[in-house]
């Protein structure tokens, strides 16, 4: 039962004109109700985020947020979900990018963050703050979203810039408040009529906080006149005031059902119909759980029952009454629901909870194998927390256990403990369950050596994988789909010294050897793609490119989204070395279709970096995605991930918008802090780029000096690609070091440097000449599009779906798909955003 405020409505009205509010106040002032009571009755698109303390883990904050998102766009929630918590600048781009699509710029938005004094992550505490910067137009122009930020003290969020320009409101405490005559008002509310001198007591009291004021009038039902009220310190006892005027006259059935309640987060009506059991006809408890009005509300933004806070504390309190078997049952269907519903990191702590591990483990299985630091920290004290005789009676434990020292990069400890747990299994009688685990330590213990051989230069540890595939056979279990993440790093050849690349290649082919049958076609193509890279770094372009497309084509067999990206990637700088325009369209159609395979995780990151480089080498810095033209940043991603090319591609956008000190600044130094900057090709790429940068500055004898450095890392295996690469500013560079005789690289080699640099700025020219001149083309086509197919655009510029468009222009979906695909050929787009980019660009739209 809920009053109607128009007073505290008016103050909202007023507020959200500004493009954030904060509603800060104690426990029981009716925060979130008067919110959701505000916007239900604006009928304004709103995502409201309920947060609790597990939503100080990232993943699990994420899955929260998404599912918030999901109320105004389920599309966009899905796409979400994908890119995951976005912890860097670019991650944070693709957010802003996805999120932008469904603003209509006509409607009234309003994103409420409830409750977000619980929130301490400084990881999650920066998403909201620069969430909310960017709703608000510092960061991106959404001047049509209103934040909503509700709290018992004040946020923790920089606001200073939002203060000093009058756009943020403020909703106090003292605002909340009832007045004396909403204290009126409310008793009539409950059918009360007390006298003046009663209200006065009970006013004084109070002090109009809400939730006493519910109490008292509680209190005032229950006395024989209606009038009787005994003022009393309510805050003090407040939980004897709930046990004495609303628990103790609830149906036992009922007051254990709340309590049961109170074990759990996600109060969903599937989850509690569950929880009720089917014995309970037309589900009655819950129907006589909503008379509780004030004290738990079915949200619809959220889908899901709230409990008031000191009510849930109340709650939580008697949760002694339970037998352990009911609370086990209730985690066990919170943990289920969870898992079906896509709420991963919440099951495996239900799944905890209820000391269910072997249903744990399944539910680890289904998290994609590279996942947040954070993530994996949270399951590594559930494993530390374990029973020690979980290992024994669920060996696959094991291996769960050494995939969570790995992503916490603790590799010692995850080869010593393997160390052991083989050992301690290859003791025990071989049946297929215990096949099966060695099977999994085994290739844990090969891809602990794939990892660590840049610092151990041992290469031998294919020996592990032979081992895996021996188990495998014996376990005789089918072999699982194929994973479809493969962390590739940067490169696909990590060698650290230049002498070790062609030994590194090798382990590298008997690693896919094995994992290819054990994994059911792991890393397929891994290999190829290793001596593709190889080649092209030797300027070897013809055998380079055959591996490649070798590489592609047994990656696209086994869906290894990784090595198929990376594999284009060089056949893209392949063809632009050579200055074959033709190739090139084909080769960014088939780099658009693996970025629209929702099963390639990391598939927006690469498609960025591939692309950024692609057209900075053509001099199109305006078309690279914007979080590569930003500041440098540290990034989260383990450092044996992608952070190596993601900085590289970010330091030549820099290049090119001559921002030199900076990509300086940058490339030096990182050899120490990150292990992808000691592989070979990464040291040689960044040292050729210092070069250059410094003889920009005019810096000649550090320009000479970086050049030599980087000569003597490339000149064992002729790695000449790095120089050739950098075009003109090596030609000049190159001109500029022949003609000084301290340096010391072979006059021969340097003149072959500038010949390779020279052509590759020639071919570079053509293509980009080749590019303006399929502009000129594009500007005739876009004049030929029909009075359908500019419909179309048009609803592709606003951000319309296909289901949309069809639906506004009257016409079927496979009609709008087909315009689409018109739409595309004539402009030469090779998706929704570069069609209008290119029609606004000729003026169409």
């Keep these: ?106 409607d009234k938005y309003i994103f409420v963050y409830d409750d977000i004094h619980l929130i301490r992550d400084r990881a999650v505490l920066g998403f909201i703050g620069r969430s909310i910067h960017a709703a608000s137009g510092m960061m991106a122009p959404f001047p049509n979203i209103t934040s909503i930020i509700i709290s018992r003290n ?3 969020l920089d606001l200073a810039r939002f203060e000093s320009r009058g756009q943020v409101s403020h909703i106090s405490e003292e605002d909340l408040r009832f007045s004396k005559d909403e204290t009126v008002e409310y008793f009539r509310l409950l059918g009360l009529r007390p006298s003046l001198h009663t209200i006065s007591a009970i006013y004084g009291d109070t002090e109009g906080w809400v939730f006493a004021t519910h109490l008292a009038g509680l209190s005032l039902a229950h006395s024989k006149t209606g009038d009787t009220y005994v003022p009393q310190a309510l805050r003090a006892n407040i939980f004897k005031l709930m046990e004495s005027e609303i628990f103790s006259g609830l149906p036992k059935k ?12 996600h109060l969903v009506p599937d989850l509690l119909r569950e929880i009720v059991g089917r014995e309970e006809k037309n589900y009655s408890l819950i129907d006589e759980m909503e008379q509780l009005g004030s004290f738990i509300q079915y949200d619809t933004y959220l889908n899901a029952y709230r409990i008031h806070l000191l009510f849930l504390d109340f709650l939580k309190g008697r949760q002694f009454e339970l037998s352990e078997d009911e609370k086990r049952d209730v985690w066990l269907k919170a943990a289920d629901w969870c898992l079906r519903n896509n709420h991963k990191i919440n099951a495996i702590t239900y799944y905890e909870k209820a000391g269910d591990y072997r249903k744990l483990l399944d539910a680890f299985y289904t998290f994609p194998l590279a996942f947040s630091r954070q993530t994996a920290a949270l399951l590594m004290k559930i494993m530390d927390n374990a029973p020690p ?137 891994m290999d190829d793609l290793a001596w593709a890279e190889l080649a092209f770094f030797k300027g070897d372009l013809s055998r380079a490119e055959s591996l490649a497309q070798t590489a592609r084509d047994k990656a696209r067999e086994k869906n290894q989204y990784e090595i198929e990206n990376c594999s284009l990637f060089y056949l893209l700088r392949i063809n632009l070395c050579r200055g074959n325009s033709d190739a090139i369209p084909d080769l960014l159609r ?89 592989f070979v090709l990464c040291r040689l790429e960044a040292k050729v780029l210092e070069a250059v940068c410094r003889y920009r500055l005019n810096d000649s004898e550090g320009a000479f000096r970086d050049l030599e450095a980087a000569w003597d890392l490339a000149k064992g295996n002729g790695l000449y690609m790095p120089f050739t690469e ?41 293509v980009s000449e080749q590019y303006d001149s399929s502009k000129t083309q594009k500007s005739k086509a876009g004049s030929s599009l029909s009075p ?55 003026g169409i739209l």
């Design 1 to 106: 039962m809920y009053l109607e405020r128009p007073r505290i409505d008016r103050l909202l009205e007023k507020a959200v004109q500004n493009p954030i509010v904060t509603v800060v106040a104690g426990a029981g002032y009716g925060k979130s109700q008067a919110v959701y009571s505000f916007a239900r009755k604006c009928s304004v698109r709103t995502a409201w985020v309920q947060f609790s303390e597990g939503d100080n883990v990232s993943g699990r904050f994420w899955e929260k947020f998404v599912d918030a998102i999901a109320v105004l766009s389920r599309e966009s929630a899905d796409k979400l979900a994908e890119i995951g918590f976005p912890e860097t600048e670019r991650q944070f781009s693709r957010y802003t990018a996805i999120s932008g699509t469904d603003i209509i710029s006509a």
């Design 154 to 156: 004040e946020p923790e």
């Design 254 to 265: 009922l007051q254990t059902f709340l309590v049961k309640l109170s074990l759990i987060e």
């Design 389 to 525: 005789e979980l290992y024994e009676q669920i060996p696959s434990a094991y291996a769960l256990r050494r995939r969570l020292l790995v992503n916490l990069e603790m590799f010692d400890q995850a080869k010593e403990e393997l160390t052991v747990i083989i050992a301690k299994l290859e003791r025990r009688q071989c049946d297929k369950e215990i096949a099966r685990t060695l099977t999994g330590c085994y290739n844990h213990m090969g891809f602990l050596g794939l990892i660590t051989c840049i610092y151990t230069h041992d290469y031998t540890y294919v020996r592990y994988f032979e081992r895996a595939h021996y188990y495998s056979d014996i376990s005789g279990s089918e072999t699982s789909p194929p994973a479809l993440t493969l962390n590739l790093s940067s490169y696909a050849c990590r060698a650290v010294e230049t002498a070790e690349m062609e030994s590194y290649n090798e382990a590298i082919s008997g690693m896919v050897l094995h994992t290819t049958a054990t994994m059911n076609g792991y890393a397929y193509g």
């Design 590 to 678: 088939q780099i658009e279709e693996l970025r629209n395979q929702p099963s390639f995780l990391n598939r927006f990151i690469y498609y960025d970096i591939v692309l950024g480089l692609f057209y900075v080498q053509i001099g199109r810095l305006e078309k690279t995605a914007s979080w590569l033209k930003s500041d440098f940043e540290e990034s989260e991603l383990n450092s044996w991930m992608i952070h190596g090319l993601e900085i590289l591609v970010k330091a030549k956008c820099h290049f090119a918008e001559k921002r030199y000190p900076a990509v300086l600044a940058n490339l030096e130094g990182r050899q120490e802090k990150y292990s992808t900057w000691s």
């Design 726 to 766: 950098l075009g003109k500013d090596m030609r000049a560079l190159a001109g500029a070091a022949l003609k000084e005789p301290s340096v010391k690289i072979p006059k021969p080699e340097l003149e072959k440097i500038q010949r390779n640099a020279a052509l590759y700025a020639k071919n570079i020219f053509a």
């Design 788 to 842: 359908r197919e500019m419909d179309v655009l048009t609803g592709l510029s606003q951000g319309l779906t296909r289901e949309e468009i069809a639906r506004v222009s009257s016409i079927s979906v496979n009609t709008v798909k087909s315009a689409i695909r018109s739409v595309f050929n004539k402009l030469g787009a090779v998706n929704r955003a570069d069609a209008v980019r290119i029609a606004a660009e000729l």
